[in-house]
């Protein structure tokens, strides 16, 4: 694969957006596999933060078809991205983009448990939640408008 600059990743993104529009699933799956790829071009040691959102859009696909499938697979993997995201995206450093995957995650765990019979992930779906909203409440407090 060609090395990506960053048009193409906008062009990938734009593409992953339509195909989950259309809910086109092989549009979906081809797009996981390209993410993949993707990750090998901005690996975690020299562009940690390109490596952590490449992984946050990781999440994506396959949190869309597990949303349209029966099965936990693709949400697990999902779930797997997200959390791999947020190792190199803590709160104190990047907090929008922390809250950002934090409420994937959220989404992906909430979806995970409505298709499981045990609640353990709805349990941590909610934990998942509570410091996103403190977060995203506390980032756009009219206080911090004015720093």
Known sequence: MPELNEEAIQDLNQRWAEAEMRGDIAALKESIETWHLVLQQRPRDRVPLDWAMTQNNLGNAPERLGERESGTTHL?????????????????????????????????????????????????????????LRSWSALSSPRNAMD
């Open 76 to 132: 697990t993997e999902a779930v797997a991205a997200y959390r791999a995201a947020l190792e190199e995206q803590p709160r104190k450093r990047v907090p929008l983009d922390w809250a950002t995957v934090q409420n994937n995650l959220g989404d992906a765990l909430t979806t995970c448990s409505r298709l499981e019979a045990s609640g353990w992930r709805r349990r941590r779906s909610s934990a998942v939640s509570r410091p996103i």
